[in-house]
């Protein structure tokens, strides 16, 4: 079984015991998340339940397994023969989290 959820305006497809890093969710390591905006429920011999746009009642529990922080991203912007040069750098927060269960009523 497998669902598409949508967390911090991305969607992410997740099985049971999977591993996902999402943008950072508050809470502490070995917090319980509960997600219910899921778009799609789906087995692999089943036809799948795709949700307009929500899949009512349905929901996947997830436990946070870490707070960490991405590789850096280098942001350089330049202009060729004016001398303008601007170079910064960027690293994301997120957050491990190990799905648990897939649920829908």
């Known amino acids: 079984m497998f ?12 099985r049971p015991n999977s591993v ?5 969710v ?7 998340i509960l997600f219910d905006r899921i778009l799609m429920i789906g087995e692999d011999s089943k ?8 899949v009512k009642g349905a929901s996947v529990t997830a436990e946070i397994t ?4 991405d590789n850096k991203i280098i942001v350089f912007k330049k202009k060729r023969r004016q001398n303008y040069r601007r170079k910064a750098g960027h690293r994301q927060e997120l957050t491990e989290l190990k799905i648990l269960d897939i649920t829908k009523q």
């Open 3 to 14: 669902a598409v959820i949508e967390a911090g305006g991305k969607q992410y497809k997740v």
């Open 26 to 32: 508050k809470g502490e390591k070995g917090a319980t």
């Open 66 to 69: 870490d707070q960490l922080r």
């Open 20 to 24: 996902i890093k999402i943008e950072k």
């Open 47 to 54: 036809p799948s339940f795709i949700g307009t746009p929500m």
